[in-house]
């Protein structure tokens, strides 16, 4: 079973950008959908990407939300799932998780995840 474990958050001014990552060991990551989750303070944890690369390529899906300023991908030579943020708003604020679920992904947000990473923490200030 896949073991992850969360890196790169911080505290950033609004306006930056921010690259967090999942390392994952005891397995690959091809074999997984991986997905990118959010918590704010006193909010449920918000699902919002997802990749799977276990057909070679790169199948992702990013929730409006987000899309056009976040991008998820993926090293499989570094076993390493990455979350690019760009243009950071305070609203960005949240614990990030990543998550993973083996085999493919379902439609959009559909998949239910049973593997999860600790966390990293992103705040944004302005």
């Known amino acids: 079973q896949v073991h992850l474990v969360e890196s790169g958050g911080g505290s950033v001014q609004a306006g930056v950008s921010l690259r967090v990552s999942c390392a994952a060991s005891?397995?690959?990551?091809?074999?997984?959908?991986m997905g990118w989750f959010r918590q704010e303070p006193g909010k449920e944890r918000e699902g919002f990407a997802s990749i799977y690369t276990g057909t070679g390529i790169s199948n992702t899906y990013i929730t409006d939300s987000v899309r056009g300023r976040f991008t998820i991908f993926q090293d499989n030579t570094k076993n390493i799932l990455y979350l690019q943020m760009n243009d950071l708003t305070l609203e960005d604020t949240a614990m990030y998780s990543c998550?993973?679920?083996?085999?493919?992904?379902?439609?959009?947000?559909?998949?239910?995840?049973?593997?999860w990473g600790q966390g990293t923490q992103v705040t944004v200030f302005s």
């Open positions: 998550a993973a679920a083996r085999g493919r992904c379902g439609a959009g947000l559909n998949t239910t995840y049973n593997i």
């Open positions: 005891g397995d690959s990551l091809k074999n997984y959908c």
